[in-house]
């Protein structure tokens, strides 16, 4: 049962929900909570407005109730769950369009509309929204920016915060902030909101940049290797090709294994032990013909290209089943780390040792061409706290991450998962800074306490 009186809390435009089932259902983040402890908030806040997320902020000041802003519910490290005696504050009705201008290169949304959504619409126009993460059809905008979401096209395009030219954000206070605006520079401000994760204001309105699409078709390919070192060490020498690829993302022998058995496909009926998937979205005449060059002298044994597009998007579904294909033995533990690109190929060998040390199913794929790795755990079991071994793995390899000059988020945020490992990756001065940032956006500390900080 809430105990907080919620009448003088009035909306108006949008819904308070406390019912227990709303409560329960709004309170969990979908993909963590098999491994986290239930917390029922005290109240389900659906806003439509500006204006609601003011008057709930407000409400929660007066009554310091923490606040928690949500999305879509995507969050694999619990950022957007429920808080005891809290609020979420789900802002998944503000979902609208408000612009697209050609003119400017830029699309002005609301926080719950999806990424893919946005992309679509802005390809109607003859541009794109360059941010990919493999949530894309699922997850919010305002989630995207929240985390700095990343994606397989970061690698040439950057994550999210490339994208964002302005945003409009509610404060602890109900104050409404706005930053930027539509010009691709401007340095008037400090950058503070992107990657914050809820925990200095709340997005309701953002300014993204769209980019036009490029002329002719891209080129996609496959290529495999005898061995996953092999395989990075390939990465290293792509990017160092003066090719500029779009996409280099890559997948272990348990991921070809898993990707087989749940698409029907033949990527490992020879014994492939790595895959990688690349793109090349402006080519040169010359481009592929060094890219093939450079894999071939790295190991590949075998590279199939295309430039057909219907081949091309069974190429890019390889990539976006990964997650789905690895859930169908069980539930998957998702890690997601970035290393120096020198160390790509030490740490892919760190993981498959650990693995085998721990007897672990371990499904290692990401984005490697910007360093970052996802080695994720298949458990055959659907819930309960982590077995032992699998708490070893993941403690030893995030040591040995920071040990090489790595982080242990790259794209996904802290969240309250990975708060522990922090202060271990930061140092001390860096997180008293952020502390009294917090302090000066939120002094009664109620927006996402416990997430980032």
């Known amino acids: 049962m809430t105990t907080t009186n919620f009448a003088s809390l009035q909306l108006p435009d949008g819904e308070i929900a406390l019912d227990e089932q709303t409560r329960a259902t709004y309170?969990?983040?979908?993909?963590?909570?098999?491994?986290?402890?239930?917390?029922?908030?005290?109240?389900v806040i659906f806003a439509s407005s500006i204006a609601d997320v003011q008057a709930t902020v407000k409400f929660a000041a007066t009554h310091q109730?923490?606040?928690v802003p949500q999305g879509a519910k995507t969050s694999i490290v619990n950022s957007a769950a429920g808080l005891a005696g809290s609020l979420i504050l789900n802002l998944s009705r503000m979902n609208k369009i408000l612009s697209i201008e050609p003119e400017n290169q830029v699309a002005t949304v609301q926080p719950g509309v999806l990424n893919g959504d946005l992309d679509t619409q802005a390809r109607q126009v003859?541009?794109?929204?360059?941010p990919d993460p493999g949530s894309k059809p699922i997850s919010s905008i305002g989630g995207n920016i929240a985390t700095n979401a990343g994606g397989m096209s970061s690698l040439k395009y950057g994550t999210t915060k490339q994208s964002v030219l302005g945003l409009k954000v509610v404060l602890a206070n109900g104050e409404l902030l706005t930053l930027g605006g539509k010009t691709f520079k401007n340095n008037?401000?400090?950058?503070?909101?992107?990657?914050?994760?809820?925990?200095?204001?709340?997005?309701?309105e953002a300014t993204l940049r769209l980019l036009p699409i490029s002329l002719g078709q891209p080129v996609t390919g496959l290529a495999t290797f005898p061995t996953i070192h092999e395989l990075m060490q390939a990465v290293?020498?792509?990017?160092?090709?003066?090719?500029?690829?779009?996409?280099l993302e890559i997948l272990n022998r348990v991921s070809i294994e898993a990707l087989d058995e749940y698409e029907g496909s033949h990527l490992g009926s020879h014994g492939e032990q790595a895959l990688l998937i690349f793109q090349i979205d402006v080519a040169a005449p010359e481009a592929l013909s060094t890219v093939e060059q450079v894999l071939h002298t790295c190991g590949a044994t075998k590279i199939d290209v295309t430039a057909d597009q219907q081949r091309t998007s069974e190429i890019i579904k390889i990539r976006q089943d990964i997650f789905a294909a690895g859930a169908q033995y069980g539930r998957l533990i998702v890690e997601d780390v970035a290393v120096p690109l020198g160390q790509l190929a030490k740490v892919a060998d760190k993981a498959e040792e650990l693995a085998s040390k721990y007897d672990?199913?371990?499904?290692?794929?990401?984005?490697?061409?910007?360093?970052?790795?996802?080695?994720?755990?298949?458990?055959?079991?659907?819930?309960?706290a982590l077995p032992e071994e699998t708490q070893r793995f993941i403690d030893e390899l995030?040591?040995?991450?920071?040990?090489?000059?790595?982080?242990?988020?790259?794209?996904?945020?802290?969240?309250?998962?990975?708060n522990a490992w922090v202060p271990k990756q930061l140092d001390a001065n860096v997180r008293i800074l952020q502390k009294q940032i917090k302090q000066v956006f939120d002094p009664l500390g109620i927006l996402n306490p416990g997430r980032k900080i």
């Open 188 to 204: 008037a401000a400090y950058d503070l909101m992107i990657g914050s994760e809820g925990t200095l204001g709340i997005i309701v």
């Open 398 to 418: 995030l040591a040995f991450v920071i040990e090489v000059k790595g982080t242990v988020s790259a794209e996904h945020g802290i969240g309250s998962l990975k």
């Open 236 to 247: 290293q020498a792509v990017q160092a090709s003066c090719v500029n690829p779009s996409m």
């Open 360 to 384: 672990q199913r371990l499904l290692l794929l990401g984005h490697a061409g910007d360093g970052n790795l996802h080695p994720d755990i298949i458990l055959e079991d659907k819930g309960g």
């Open 126 to 130: 003859g541009y794109f929204y360059a």
């Open 27 to 43: 309170g969990a983040n979908d993909y963590t909570q098999e491994i986290t402890n239930k917390v029922m908030p005290d109240a």
């Open 65 to 67: 109730i923490a606040v």
